[in-house]
Nanobody
Framework: QVEVVESGGGLVQAGGSLRLSCTASGHTFSTYTMAWFRRAPGKEREFVAAITWGGDSADYTDSAKGRFTISKDAAENTVYLQMNSLKPEDTAVYYC????????????????????WGQGTQVTVSS
């Protein structure tokens, strides 16, 4: 059974940085796509970034481009989200998601495309 577990959230001042980690287990992930979503207070969950495990395809929402970087460590079965220049509007619960999809497509920005989810980690950015 596939399991994904996030860690690394916390409280940071505006302009600061955090690195989130997502460790996956229970399967061989070479054909998987891993993604980060977030849900801000009072809002729907939204796509942040995604990466294909076997290749180098990475995708970001516009608000994350230039500030966030998604990467992977295949040996550790871990995906990271490095978040720099954080803003108060980045405050949210961040979720890691996974699905068996070797090739990336724009549809993988939709949360319904993902089969496995972590429990979420809180990121709070103070002004």
């Amino acid at each position: 059974q596939v399991e994904v577990v996030e860690s690394g959230g916390g409280l940071v001042q505006a302009g600061g940085s955090l690195r989130l980690s997502c460790t996956a287990s229970g399967h061989t992930f070479s054909t998987y796509t891993m993604a980060w979503f977030r849900r801000a207070p009072g809002k729907e969950r939204e796509f942040v970034a995604a990466i294909t495990w076997g290749g180098d395809s990475a995708d970001y929402t516009d608000s994350a481009k230039g500030r966030f970087t998604i990467s992977k460590d295949a040996a550790e079965n871990t995906v990271y989200l490095q978040m720099n220049s954080l803003k108060p509007e980045d405050t949210a619960v961040y979720y890691c998601a996974a699905r068996d999809a070797m090739y990336y497509s724009d549809s993988l920005r939709e949360e319904r495309e993902y089969d496995y989810w972590g429990q979420g980690t809180q990121v709070t950015v103070s002004s």
